[in-house]
C-alpha cells in the first residue's frame, strides 16, 4: 500500500502559521486520500461547537497529501484550500494550545505521537472538550525513524494509531510564535 505524508495548516492572526502531519498507509490514490482528508478536517472545523473553541483570527486554510517513496520522501502532493475561520473574539497566546495524544499498539515512547492544535479562544478554558471527526484520522500511523532499541521494529517502519485523547490541561509549544528573547532586568540587592 501506498504512504502518505499529510498536512493541516493555517494562519494566526494573519502573521503566524500553525500546522498539525500526520502518516498513513492506505490503498486509496492519492487524490482520494486528500479528499478523505480534507473532508475529515473541513468536518472538524466546520462543526459549530468547534468553530466556537477559536478565535476568528485562527483559520484552517489548507491540507495537503503527499505519495512518499519508501524512505518516506515527498514525492507529489495534492492541495485543498479551505477558509474556516473560528468564531470566538479573543484567542489564548499563539504558542499555547491543546495536545491531541495518538498511541499504537507499543507500549514504549515509540508507539506514541501528538498534535499541538491551534491556540484556542479565552472561552474553550471552562469547556469540556471537542470533538475531532473521526474521517481526519483514519488509517493513521507513527513513523519510526530509526530503530527503537530492543523493541523488534525496524528503521523507516509503521505502526498504526489505534487510539487519541485529548488532554485538559493547556500546553506550551515553545516552537510556535515564541521566538522573542527574555529580557532580564538587574536587580539591586
Same mark, same amino acid.
Given at each position: 500500500?501506498?504512504?502518505?505524508?499529510?498536512?493541516?495548516?493555517?494562519?494566526?492572526?494573519?502573521?503566524?502559521?500553525?500546522?498539525?502531519?500526520?502518516?498513513?498507509?492506505?490503498?486509496?490514490?492519492?487524490?482520494?486520500?486528500?479528499?478523505?482528508? %480534507?473532508?475529515?478536517?473541513?468536518?472538524?472545523?466546520?462543526?459549530?461547537?468547534?468553530?466556537?473553541?477559536?478565535?476568528?483570527?485562527?483559520?484552517?486554510?489548507?491540507?495537503?497529501?503527499?505519495?512518499?517513496?519508501?524512505?518516506?520522501?515527498?514525492?507529489?502532493?495534492?492541495?485543498?484550500?479551505?477558509?474556516?475561520?473560528?468564531?470566538?473574539?479573543?484567542?489564548?497566546?499563539?504558542?499555547?494550545?491543546?495536545?491531541?495524544?495518538?498511541?499504537?499498539?507499543?507500549?514504549?515512547?515509540?508507539?506514541?505521537?501528538?498534535?499541538?492544535?491551534?491556540?484556542? %479562544?479565552?472561552?474553550?478554558?471552562?469547556?469540556?472538550?471537542?470533538?475531532?471527526?473521526?474521517? %481526519?484520522?483514519?488509517?493513521?500511523?507513527?513513523?519510526?525513524?530509526? %530503530?527503537?532499541?530492543?523493541?523488534?521494529?525496524?528503521?523507516?517502519?509503521?505502526?498504526?494509531?489505534?487510539?487519541?485523547?485529548?488532554?485538559?490541561?493547556?500546553?506550551?509549544?515553545?516552537?510556535?510564535?515564541?521566538?522573542?528573547?527574555?529580557?532580564?532586568?538587574?536587580?539591586?540587592?
Amino acid at each position: 500500500m501506498p504512504n502518505y505524508l499529510h498536512t493541516a495548516s493555517g494562519t494566526l492572526a494573519s502573521s503566524f502559521s500553525w500546522s498539525i502531519t500526520a502518516k498513513s498507509v492506505s490503498p486509496g490514490t492519492e487524490a482520494a486520500t486528500e479528499t478523505a482528508w %480534507a473532508a475529515g478536517w473541513a468536518a472538524c472545523f466546520g462543526l459549530t461547537a468547534f468553530k466556537a473553541e477559536y478565535a476568528a483570527n485562527v483559520e484552517l486554510t489548507e491540507t495537503s497529501t503527499s505519495t512518499a517513496t519508501a524512505m518516506w520522501k515527498q514525492s507529489t502532493i495534492t492541495r485543498t484550500t479551505h477558509a474556516l475561520p473560528g468564531t470566538a473574539t479573543q484567542s489564548l497566546p499563539y504558542q499555547t494550545g491543546f495536545v491531541v495524544s495518538l498511541r499504537t499498539a507499543l507500549a514504549t515512547k515509540f508507539g506514541r505521537g501528538r498534535w499541538f492544535m491551534p491556540p484556542t %479562544a479565552v472561552t474553550s478554558l471552562d469547556t469540556g472538550g471537542f470533538i475531532l471527526s473521526a474521517a %481526519a484520522a483514519a488509517n493513521l500511523v507513527l513513523l519510526h525513524r530509526l %530503530a527503537p532499541i530492543g523493541c523488534g521494529v525496524a528503521a523507516l517502519s509503521t505502526t498504526p494509531v489505534i487510539g487519541a485523547d485529548l488532554a485538559n490541561k493547556l500546553v506550551i509549544q515553545k516552537r510556535r510564535a515564541d521566538k522573542s528573547a527574555i529580557i532580564r532586568s538587574e536587580i539591586t540587592v
